[in-house]
C-alpha cells in the first residue's frame, strides 16, 4: 500500500470516527411521562401487556443501553413514539369505553396473526415472546364483549 493511500485511509477513519462521536449529540426524547390509568384487566392479562408490550405502548419504557447510542437510539426512540400514538396503555383509562373494546379487539387481531409483539423485538427481548398460554390468555381478554 502506497503511502499516498495510507494517509486517506487514515484520514477517513479520523473523519468515520469523529462523525461517530458527533452523531451521540443528537438528542433523543426518552421520556415516561405520567399516564393517566391503565386496562383494567386481569392480572394474568396485565402481566402478558407488562412484559411483551409496555416497552413500546405505554409510558413506562425501559430504556435499553443501546437506547442511548446513535444511530440505534434514533431507531428506539422512533418506535417507542410510533408505538405510544398507536396505542398507550398508561393512556388506557382516558379512553371510551366504546374506543377500549375496539382497542381490544385490535390487540386481539394483530397478537393472532403474529404482527406483535414485531419479530426484532423479540429477537433483542426474548421474554416478549408469546407462548401459546399468553396467546390464550389475551384471546380471552381481548374477545370481551363479543
Known sequence: MSLGLLRHWKKALLLLALAAIGIQLVPVARTNPAGRGEPDAPPEVRSVLRRACYDCHS?????????????????????VEEGRQELN??????????RQEKRRKRIGREVTAGDMPPWYYVTMHPAARLAAEDLKTLASWTSVGE
Open 59 to 79: 409510558n413506562e419504557t425501559r430504556w435499553p443501553w443501546y437506547a442511548y447510542v446513535a444511530p440505534v437510539s434514533w431507531l428506539v426512540g422512533s418506535d
Open 89 to 98: 396503555f398508561s393512556e388506557w383509562a382516558a379512553l371510551s369505553a366504546k
